[in-house]
């Protein structure tokens, strides 16, 4: 097994990279980064600071059995001078939509470099997504980046060289055009990129660092600390792009995820608002979207929106995390227990409401008339499987998409290259560069409000859906260790049947999962049908040691699956541990806050020892005082003092 071991820190004014990394990627390290890192790095204490509040927060709500309320309407948003009333009445000063991003109908996701690929291969991720077609694409620097060695510097040093227009981008974009027309010549009867050199410069470049509740491998402040994930992604490529994209009349756009409170996106605001300063731009140069992701955001939007004021653009309504956070609000209530993933759609209970806030929340005008923009939420399939599987599928993205734009979004995501033309042309048909300012009613905080964000409604609970739960799971964290943090997966027992097909998974996709299975588990879930398989019938309730059952089966089913859908490198070293954290996120009586936690501890981790007693670590560490593990565990820092 190779482990990565640091014990060597270079130390940059008041910051620590480990292992000379600044001298393998001086174009990403560049003077001019280093300085700002080095500045930023004094917002560090503040993340630390606030990531233990939402802690805290969590904890006192379970103690209290308490669910998540509105703020006080006479209170003062938190690190602002901006009175809650006002933030809901629209008295604040928010932004306009710069040009670039009045119409983004269709917006791509998906990262900018691969794992353990040579620059070539690796910055063909960036070509596809420039040559597609989108309006927008968001580079993912958080749920659909892996995280092994050093693939975030990979992503930064990427999306550089293809905003820059670097000779070795310029030489692999026509070779991608050319395999994407042999595609759509074949699919859709026609090429979709007619000049490539014109298509680079349609796709708006947004960028989605890391959330506030991650911290970054291979840098540590000048305590050594680890500095948060949020900094390094922000400053990393707003430093390394922002001249490029002015220069082409493009806007600095960025993407903010698991924002929880107003609070939380006040602090975003001062560090963008400090970079900008740092960098001479003007305040608001920088823009943003929030992904609502977080119940506890859902009940502060308008809060949040005033908060980042000139630098907000819109929100985007996703649909993994944001059920995953609710499950996780709600996990102290042993009435809330979720049905089938499957059936929770953004039309089911608390999904319509969350939907229907964000959609008030966008087109509330500020103090000078500005609306913002509303992102729809993500497609998932793919077009790739069997004749009938496919049409089935695409009719399904077509219908979602159709309802959003129906219900007042401008626009929505798609988890690949190939959707862009299949989806576009719903909004292409309407013809409206967006719906800002659609009329709908106001954002009223009533407790009508507060019980429809956690409103269930009766649907399945299977054991056919706890195996689609588990063995998504599992094969999710097992691409994870792998260094694929979005991988197109299904269920084990549908492997080889190219009707059911492959849907884009992500960070997102494994967290909820695992939380509705802990539910499932320690409230007592009751099954709404019979299953021959187990013998189980219809209201028995699922117990731990059904659990345990499915989790031995499902595993095996993955160990006897052939390379292309479980690589034959991983059963040995990376599917075990995918196993040994599903057991121990689910089984253990206490929920823990973060999937991704007991993945990241293991990165780059192939030994199942090893990853058993930093199990135990995380476990220990947050039963003892609700402490999080989200540093590199082998990087070890410099000696301060």
Avoid: C
Wanted: no cysteine.
């Amino acid at each position: 097994m190779k482990q990565e071991k640091h014990a060597s820190v270079n130390t940059h004014k008041s910051i620590q990279i480990r292992d000379n990394l600044e001298s393998s990627y001086p174009d990403v390290f560049t003077p001019q980064a280093m300085a700002a890192l080095a500045s930023m790095s004094g917002f560090n204490p503040d993340q630390k600071t606030l990531m233990s509040k939402r802690i805290q927060r969590r904890a006192e709500r379970a103690r209290n059995k308490q669910r998540i309320t509105f703020l006080d309407a006479n209170d003062t948003i938190p690190r602002t001078h901006i009175k809650v009333q006002d933030a809901r009445d629209g008295k604040f000063v928010g932004s306009e939509i710069p040009a670039d991003l009045q119409r983004q109908w269709i917006q791509g996701t998906g990262p900018g470099a691969k794992p353990n690929s040579p620059i070539e291969n690796s910055i063909r991720n960036v070509a596809y997504a420039l040559l597609s077609g989108a309006d927008g694409w968001m580079f993912d620097g958080e749920d659909a980046l892996g995280q092994i060695t050093t693939m975030s510097l990979d992503n930064q040093r990427n999306l550089k060289l293809a905003i820059h227009k670097d000779p070795v981008f310029m030489k692999t974009a026509p070779q991608v055009a050319e395999g994407m027309n042999r595609w759509s010549e074949a699919f859709l009867g026609r090429k979709i990129v007619e000049d490539w050199e014109k298509q680079l410069d349609f796709t708006t470049k947004i960028f989605r660092a890391r959330g506030l509740h991650l911290d970054d491998r291979h840098i540590r402040d000048e305590n050594g600390v680890a500095l948060s994930a949020s900094i390094v992604d922000m400053t990393l490529y707003v430093v390394n792009n922002y001249e490029q994209l002015e220069k082409e009349g493009s806007s600095v756009v960025l993407y903010l995820p698991k924002i929880q409170t107003a609070e939380e996106a006040a602090l975003w605001d001062e560090m963008m608002s400090y970079l900008e300063e740092h960098l001479g731009l003007a305040i608001g140069t920088i823009k943003v979207y929030v992904l609502v992701e977080q119940l506890e955001a859902t009940f502060q939007l308008m809060e949040i929106r005033a908060a980042l004021g000139k630098h907000f653009a819109g929100y985007n309504t996703g649909r993994w995390d944001y059920i995953n956070s609710v499950s996780d609000a709600m996990a102290w209530d042993k009435e809330f227990i979720n049905p089938n993933i499957e059936d929770i759609t953004m039309t089911y209970g608390y999904m319509r409401n969350y939907e229907d806030r964000v959609r008030r929340a966008v087109n509330t005008p500020d103090a000078n008339g500005n609306f913002a923009l509303w992102q729809g939420g993500m497609e998932p399939n793919i077009p790739v499987g069997s004749e009938e599987g496919v049409e089935n599928s695409m009719k399904k993205a077509l219908a979602g998409a159709e309802r959003e734009q129906t219900e007042g979004a401008s626009g929505k995501w798609v988890a690949h290259w190939k959707m862009v033309h299949i989806v576009r042309p719903v909004w292409d048909r309407i013809g409206q560069a967006n719906q800002l300012g659609r009329k709908f009613p106001p954002l009223t905080h009533t407790q009508a409000d507060a019980d429809g964000l956690t409103l269930l409604e009766k649907a399945p609970r299977t054991i056919r859906g706890a195996r689609n739960l588990l063995s998504v799971a599992l094969q999710y964290g097992n691409a994870f260790g792998q260094g694929f943090q979005a991988a197109a997966l299904k269920a084990a027992d549908f492997f080889g049947d190219d009707s059911v097909l492959y849907l884009m998974e992500d960070m997102a996709t494994g967290e909820i999962r695992l939380s509705i299975l802990w539910e499932w588990v320690h409230k007592g879930a009751t099954l709404t049908e019979d299953d021959s398989g187990t013998g189980l019938k219809s209201g028995d309730i699922v117990t731990d040691s059904i659990y345990r059952r499915l989790l031995q089966e499902e595993f095996l089913k993955l160990r006897q699956a052939n390379n292309r859908d479980v690589h034959d490198d991983s059963k040995e070293t990376t599917l075990p541990i995918a196993r040994e954290i599903a057991e121990t996120y689910v089984l253990d009586a206490v929920k823990f806050p973060w999937y991704i936690d007991l993945l990241n501890i293991n990165l780059n981790n192939h030994d199942l020892q090893t990853a058993k007693e930093r199990i135990r670590q995380y476990v220990h560490a947050f039963k003892k005082d609700g402490a999080r593990i989200t540093e590199n565990l082998d990087f070890e820092p410099a000696t301060v003092g």
